[in-house]
């Protein structure tokens, strides 16, 4: 195996434990709320701390990478994830629980920009597009974290126990892939951290992406209710629509690197807004459980590829090094994932479910029409690569 393989190895087992950690926890939030005896109202507020910690962490993560180099953050983060995912579980109190939620969010948003600015560098050693892929495998571990959690609930394995043993895993894998790890340049200085308008194509990418995770979320959160209340299926296909988005997307961050390297990252992304817009339409339209699942199928595979793509132009910009690019883009993307879901409740309680699916529609359409109009904000794609990888 050449080098560049075991590099792209290394931090595609990276990619896969962000991804099975995230999902470790996700799976045993149930327990955590039988634990504590909290309301829905009490776990939504508990749940909001993985938001704080993801907003508190972004410009934070930039700078770090930025001034110490992508690897030392990604080490630091991935041992970080290996001590506060068994506190979770040890925790005996809400006055504990909380900070560590807290700071879980911030560890997980610290890991996704130190690792998507490894996965850009090793892209560019590369020559073509594999960051899609490598998000592929994130998305591929939340289905195994949520199968490991779902046989630790089987066998009575405490939430404690369940995560001291991704605890190991988790540390298995890092020495197993650090020394393979990009060795990025530091900057030596603090100039990462930078308060200033971003350029044209930073603001192009980042209501692109702001878009695409808005889709995301509400496709998230409302996936179920959706197919319960409008397409009116039975109970126990009431995930069916998830499941179809969910497989969708996870399955077309596989072919997407194939399809930029053929077509071009603006054409991948003209078309995700196009099988959005197109997958939500037929939903509404013609609500069914066929069609309905079919429709959110599309969305999964339009939802793919805006995230990785939008991350592998911003890491072009001629402004900023790729760990500030990212954490600006992060930064504005994470807004929509935020708005989205509460967006489609107060919609739907003015008018209907269904209007504000069409609402979620046309934001697939907002980024076609981003990625069509005055082309010229894309020109910095070209630009000659900045990361030196060693």
């Given at each position: 195996?050449?080098?560049?393989?075991?590099?792209?190895?290394?931090?595609?087992?990276?990619?896969?434990?962000?991804?099975?950690?995230?999902?470790?926890?996700a799976?045993?939030?149930?327990?955590?709320?039988?634990?504590?005896?909290?309301?829905?109202?009490?776990?939504?507020?508990?749940?909001?701390?993985?938001?704080?910690?993801?907003?508190?962490?972004?410009?934070?993560?930039?700078?770090?990478?930025?001034?110490?180099?992508?690897?030392?953050?990604?080490?630091?983060?991935?041992?970080?994830?290996?001590?506060?995912?068994?506190?979770i579980?040890?925790?005996?109190?809400?006055?504990?629980?909380?900070?560590?939620?807290?700071?879980f969010?911030?560890?997980?948003?610290?890991?996704?920009?130190?690792?998507?600015?490894?996965?850009?560098?090793?892209?560019?050693?590369?020559?073509?597009?594999?960051?899609?892929?490598?998000?592929?495998?994130?998305?591929?571990?939340?289905?195994?974290?949520?199968?490991?959690?779902?046989?630790?609930?089987?066998?009575?394995?405490?939430?404690?126990?369940?995560?001291?043993?991704?605890?190991?895993?988790?540390?298995?894998?890092?020495?197993?892939?650090?020394?393979?790890?990009?060795?990025?340049?530091?900057?030596?200085g603090?100039?990462?951290?930078?308060?200033?308008?971003?350029?044209?194509l930073l603001l192009?990418?980042?209501?692109?992406?702001?878009?695409g995770m808005?889709?995301?979320?509400?496709?998230?959160d409302?996936?179920?209710?959706?197919?319960?209340k409008?397409?009116?299926?039975?109970?126990?296909?009431?995930?069916?629509g998830?499941?179809?988005?969910?497989?969708?997307?996870?399955?077309?961050?596989?072919?997407?690197?194939?399809?930029?390297?053929?077509?071009?990252?603006?054409?991948?992304?003209?078309s995700s807004?196009?099988?959005?817009?197109?997958?939500?339409?037929?939903?509404?339209?013609?609500?069914?459980?066929?069609?309905?699942?079919?429709?959110?199928?599309?969305?999964?595979?339009?939802?793919?590829?805006?995230?990785p793509?939008?991350?592998?132009?911003?890491?072009?910009?001629?402004?900023?090094?790729?760990?500030?690019?990212?954490?600006i883009?992060?930064?504005i993307?994470?807004?929509?994932?935020?708005?989205?879901?509460?967006?489609?409740?107060?919609?739907?309680?003015?008018?209907?479910?269904?209007?504000?699916?069409?609402?979620?529609?046309?934001?697939?359409?907002?980024?076609?029409?981003?990625?069509?109009?005055?082309?010229?904000?894309?020109?910095?794609?070209?630009?000659?690569?900045?990361?030196?990888?060693?």
């Amino acid at each position: 195996m050449n080098p560049l393989s075991k590099r792209r190895l290394a931090i595609g087992g990276l990619f896969f434990l962000a991804g099975l950690s995230f999902a470790s926890w996700a799976s045993r939030i149930p327990d955590i709320q039988m634990k504590f005896s909290l309301s829905e109202a009490q776990l939504g507020t508990l749940l909001l701390g993985l938001p704080i910690g993801s907003m508190v962490a972004l410009p934070l993560a930039g700078w770090a990478a930025h001034r110490f180099g992508s690897r030392i953050v990604v080490i630091i983060s991935a041992l970080s994830y290996a001590v506060f995912l068994p506190l979770i579980g040890f925790s005996d109190s809400l006055w504990m629980l909380i900070p560590v939620v807290v700071i879980f969010g911030m560890i997980g948003n610290m890991m996704n920009i130190s690792l998507n600015t490894q996965a850009l560098a090793l892209e560019d050693s590369y020559g073509r597009s594999i960051l899609a892929s490598l998000h592929g495998l994130w998305s591929l571990a939340g289905f195994t974290g949520a199968g490991i959690g779902a046989m630790m609930i089987y066998w009575d394995f405490l939430p404690r126990q369940h995560f001291l043993i991704i605890s190991v895993i988790t540390i298995l894998i890092i020495l197993l892939t650090n020394s393979y790890l990009v060795q990025d340049k530091r900057s030596g200085g603090s100039s990462g951290m930078v308060f200033k308008k971003p350029e044209g194509l930073l603001l192009r990418i980042g209501g692109i992406a702001f878009l695409g995770m808005l889709s995301e979320g509400c496709m998230f959160d409302w996936s179920g209710v959706y197919f319960k209340k409008v397409v009116e299926i039975e109970a126990r296909f009431v995930a069916l629509g998830y499941v179809a988005f969910m497989g969708a997307m996870a399955g077309g961050r596989f072919i997407t690197d194939r399809l930029i390297n053929k077509f071009g990252r603006i054409v991948i992304l003209r078309s995700s807004g196009f099988l959005i817009f197109t997958g939500l339409l037929v939903s509404v339209i013609f609500p069914e459980p066929v069609t309905a699942t079919v429709g959110f199928l599309l969305v999964g595979l339009g939802v793919a590829s805006i995230v990785p793509t939008s991350y592998s132009i911003a890491g072009r910009s001629k402004d900023y090094p790729p760990s500030v690019a990212l954490a600006i883009i992060s930064t504005i993307s994470f807004f929509g994932f935020l708005i989205g879901p509460p967006l489609i409740g107060f919609i739907a309680e003015l008018l209907s479910l269904k209007a504000s699916f069409v609402l979620v529609a046309f934001a697939g359409f907002g980024i076609v029409l981003l990625s069509s109009l005055k082309m010229d904000v894309f020109s910095s794609l070209n630009a000659p690569e900045k990361t030196t990888v060693q």
